[in-house]
């Protein structure tokens, strides 16, 4: 399976993703072939749509007390659904399909999630700290939302400037 990540201004991203209904070996084979890229953008959290699959599949692997990153570590959710939230948190969020942008987006602190593993066994995760705010963030996906459709009209503005800028530059440098 040949992946690649979507990036912003895409309309693929705004899609609302599906239910995933069969837990079967091309499920399995999806799930794996996420994997790697991710772990090669330096990511810590990827949703299919971001592939270009509008399924309700996400994979997780935040690093550890020593910044790094392991298999052991790795979550995926297959349609999850949130149980519970509480309290806030802000964070400076970033995105792979909306590459060297970053800005501090409001949170849930605390989050219950109900999802199933990719053989379709249904699991409950309680999160907090920078795994709720990844569930969070890859959540949103599903329903076709990105971090930079909550920053105020202002934010917005400026990352489109900032964003448009980025893309002209690596035009250029690409055809040199
Ligand atoms: C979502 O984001 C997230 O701009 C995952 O040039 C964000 O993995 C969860 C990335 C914040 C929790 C907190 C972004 C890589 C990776 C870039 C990512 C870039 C290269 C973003
Ligand atoms: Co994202």
Redesign the pocket.
Known sequence: MNLSIVTYPDKKLKETSKKVEKFDLELAEFLDAMYPI?MN??????AAIQVGYAIRAMILNIPDEEDLQSLDNLIEMINPILTSKSGETI?Q????S?????EDINRFEFVTVNYQDRDGNTKTIEANG?LA??IQ??MDHLEGILFIDKLTYSRRKKFEKEYKKMLKEKKNSSKS
């Open positions: 991710m953008t330096n990511g810590i959290g990827l964070y969020e970033g995105c792979l909306v590459p060297t942008f970053y920078l705010i990844a963030h890859e």
